[in-house]
Every structure is written in C-alpha cells, then in structure tokens.
C-alpha cells in the first residue's frame, strides 16, 4: 500500500506554544489529505480536508485560526496548532487519498500540552 | 451528511471463533466501505474494502458484506488469533468525497 508518513511522533509543549505537524505522502502524489483527530479510545473525528494549491475545508466546530493547514505539494500537508492549551492535547493523525477513495494514514502525533 | 453507526463496542471472543462487526450507514450515494485496524497507539491500517458494485469480498480470514438496500455492512473474521486483536473501525464514503468513521469495535481473542 501507499506510505504515508508523519513528524514528529511525539511533542510535548507548553501552554500558548504553537505546534507544526508535518504529513507526507513517500511514494505518491496525493491531491488531497485529510487531518483526524482521535482522543483515547474513541473514533478518528475529521478535522479538515486538506486540498493541494486552495484553501483546507474545514469541518462544524473546528477553528481554523487555530488549526492552520498548509498544503504547499502534492506530497505534504502540515497542521500548525496555534496558542495550544491542554485541551489540544490529542492524538492528531494525518491521511493521503489515493485514487478516489482509499485513504492511508500517518503513524499519528501524539501532542501533550502542559 | 453520512453518519455510519457500528455495533457492538466491544466483543470478546475464543481463538478459533468467528468474530462479527456490523455497521450502517445513511447515506444511499456512499459507494465506498473500508475497514480499518487499529493498534493501540499505531495508525489505522487498510485491511479491507468494498465498493458498492459488489456484495461481498473475501480475504483469507477476512470478509465484508455489503447489502446497499438495507444500508448495512459486516466484518467477518473466521479462525481468529489473538494477533486479532486491535479496534476496528469500519467508514462510507462517496467517492472523491471524505470518509466517515463508525465509532469503532475493541476485539479481544483470547488465546
């Protein structure tokens, strides 16, 4: 399958800081890239679509001033968390789209916020 | 929008059982089902998909089940190991559209 990978796998910050993830897909070209957020022991919970060349689209209740997407290739997306606060704290896992609907996942980013 | 509901939760079974997820979706034009496993604390993994032009796929051990008039489809796991066991989560999408996930199955084989 397609490879997806993503960095860091683990950053620990403080309050107000804010936090860049990078998502990159190795052997392919991926247009579109998709950003999940999942909380211990619960279901991948779409945060924004992120479209190579235009703007992400973002899903109800996520801010986008304080979760910026950047799709600047066709092989990486990044995720900035903005003045994170411990309620960002999550597991953030990134996707690539390949051909019209089989997505691959990053490894995942586990943020802690102090 | 899509809204994909799975069942059950969790589910506990003996090595060598058969293993059933379930989960429906309300959407009629999603045309796309993968199932994903994940290991605490890894990334989901692809381990299954259909597409609406079919009615079921076979695996190996792994098998889905799609009834689109009924708006439902299954996971089946014959012989299971305890290397089985992980979360499963089964999505629909419409193709070139985004993917919603079902709230996921904790799968327990015990050896």
């Known amino acids: 399958g397609a490879v997806v990978s993503q960095h860091p796998s683990r950053v620990i910050c403080k309050s107000g800081t804010s936090v860049k993830i990078e998502c990159r897909s190795l052997?392919?070209?991926?247009?579109?890239m998709f950003w999940y957020r999942q909380f211990p022991k619960q279901s991948l919970m779409l945060m924004a679509t992120?479209?190579?060349?235009?703007?992400?689209?973002?899903e109800q209740g996520v801010e986008k001033d304080k979760f910026l997407i950047n799709h600047a290739s066709l092989t990486l997306s990044t995720l900035t968390v903005t003045s994170a606060h411990p309620e960002d704290s999550s597991f953030y896992i990134c996707?690539?789209?390949?051909?019209?609907?089989?997505?691959?996942f990053g490894p995942g980013t586990r943020l802690t916020v102090l | 929008g899509e809204n994909v509901e799975q069942h059950p939760s969790t589910l506990s079974v003996q090595e060598g059982d058969s293993a059933v997820i379930k989960c429906t979706y309300s959407?009629?034009?999603?045309?796309?089902f993968p199932w994903y496993k994940q290991e605490l604390g890894k990334r989901p993994q692809l381990i299954i998909d259909?597409?609406?032009?079919?009615g079921e796929k076979k695996d190996q051990r792994i098998a889905v089940t799609l009834n689109k008039t009924a708006k439902h489809f299954s996971l089946h796991i014959t012989e299971t190991q305890p290397e089985d066991s992980a979360v499963y989560f089964c999505?629909?999408?419409?193709?070139?559209?985004?993917?919603?996930f079902g709230a996921g199955t904790r799968l327990t084989v015990k050896p």
């Open positions: 259909i597409r609406s032009n079919v």
């Open positions: 052997d392919f070209q991926a247009t579109t």
């Open positions: 999505a629909a999408s419409i193709q070139n559209n985004d993917m919603r």
């Open positions: 996707s690539a789209r390949v051909r019209a609907d089989t997505q691959y």
């Open positions: 992120s479209n190579e060349g235009s703007k992400a689209t973002y």
């Open positions: 959407d009629s034009a999603s045309n796309y």
